[in-house]
């Protein structure tokens, strides 16, 4: 019988993560591993913290108690609470250039072309020379299929190239994991497709990539993991078929019977 290869040791490790908003408690204890080349598919009603969460791991959001590692090492430092930590801003940015995001709005700057955009990380976190950050900038923009749409302003495109200008932005930057948050729940039906091959594209080369979405169909076809959130904690989690063909949980079992549109 053939033995089944070890897990490499995760890239990012998400342990007893709490983030709360005043009284209210959207996370209450998730615990995530996430091992290079992994493609997980996070699931969940709305306000089940799925944004929430993905906006702790790239702190955006700072979580309220919790530890998060990269490659083994810690953020932060220990607060004066139990559970709660201290970071630096310094410290966040380095951990934002190798984890980045891609939003649900796209967040691009109106008054900046679709190339400048994707051209102002490179030139004000990475302190590129304007000359290379062009050439990156271009090269992106042609990866996600816009090399000829670099002069056009955010108001001139397509929600669907709004988005994948900001694919491009995020990819500028070589992260190690990269975050979709809902990316194609502002687009028009017909424009989702083209945002979903390019993300599809990316899980080929082996990215290790985390997907927030309420596409089911492309969750299972995408994924090598499927997590389900529900009132901020993980109710399940498995490979697509067992999450999402044979979900165990009657939370599991009640979402998906909402989107039943999707095909395996």
Known sequence: MAETAPRPPPLLRIAGLRKQFGATEVLRGIDIDVAPGDRIAILGASGSGK???LRCMNFM?????????LDG????????????????????????QRVGMV???????PHMTALENVMEGLR??????????????????ARVGLGDRGDAYPSRLSGGQKQRVA????????????????????????????????????????????LV????????????????????VI??????????????????????ARHNEFTF
């Open 73 to 96: 090492v810690p953020v932060g430092s220990a607060g004066p609470r139990d559970g709660e930590r201290r970071y630096r801003e310094a410290e966040l940015t380095a951990v934002r």
């Open 213 to 232: 979405t309420h596409e089911v169909g492309f969750a299972y076809h995408f994924a090598n993991r499927v997590i389900f959130i529900a009132d901020g």
């Open 124 to 141: 004000t976190v990475l302190r590129l020379p304007r000359l290379q950050a062009r050439e990156r900038a271009l090269a992106q923009l």
């Open 61 to 69: 959001e700072l979580p309220t108690a919790g530890r998060i590692e």
């Open 235 to 256: 109710h399940e989690q498995g490979t697509p078929d067992e999450v999402l063909k044979q979900p165990k949980q009657p939370r599991t079992r009640a979402f998906l």
């Open 103 to 109: 939003f649900q709005q796209f967040n691009l700057f």
């Open 51 to 53: 944004s929430t969460l």
């Open 167 to 210: 694919i491009a932005r995020a990819l500028a930057l070589e992260p190690e994991l990269l975050l979709f948050d809902e990316p194609t729940s502002a687009l028009d039906p017909e424009l989702v497709g083209e945002v979903l091959r390019v993300i599809r594209a990316l899980a080929e080369e082996g990215r290790t990539l985390l």
